[in-house]
């Protein structure tokens, strides 16, 4: 059975920094990829990286200031967020895909999310 399980999600002020983590059993992927949706809104993409490689892309809105990572060993992918701003707040998911530069719906599987709350 494949999951991805989200992690690392909570509260901080505009300002800090949070990590989250996704970690994936029953697979590999060639490409994972970390989305947010907020209220009322259409998950959107946040950024993504190739398994082997470890190259990142990013939406503009949080470049300079999020950063992908993997652990191979662990199978797990990481956000790091940092200079949040109130405008972040949204559920956080990761998503995996077997294509190498997926698009949105290439994504097949989906972690829950967690949910990320930035004050100011």
């Known amino acids: 059975q494949v999951q991805l399980v989200e992690s690392g999600g909570g509260s901080a002020q505009a300002g800090g920094s949070l990590r989250l983590s996704c970690a994936a059993s029953g697979r590999t992927f060639n490409a994972m990829g970390w989305f947010r949706q907020a209220p009322g809104k259409e998950r959107e993409f946040v950024g993504s990286i190739s398994w082997s490689a470890g190259w990142t892309n990013y939406a503009d809105s949080v470049k300079g200031r999020f950063t992908i990572s993997r652990d191979r060993a662990k199978n797990t992918v990481y956000l790091q967020m940092t200079s949040l701003k109130s405008e972040d707040t949204a559920a956080y998911y990761c998503?995996?895909?077997?294509?190498?530069?997926?698009?949105?719906?290439?994504?097949?599987?989906w972690g829950q999310g967690t949910q990320v709350t930035v004050s100011s």
């Open positions: 998503a995996g895909s077997s294509n190498y530069w997926p698009q949105f719906s290439e994504y097949t599987y």
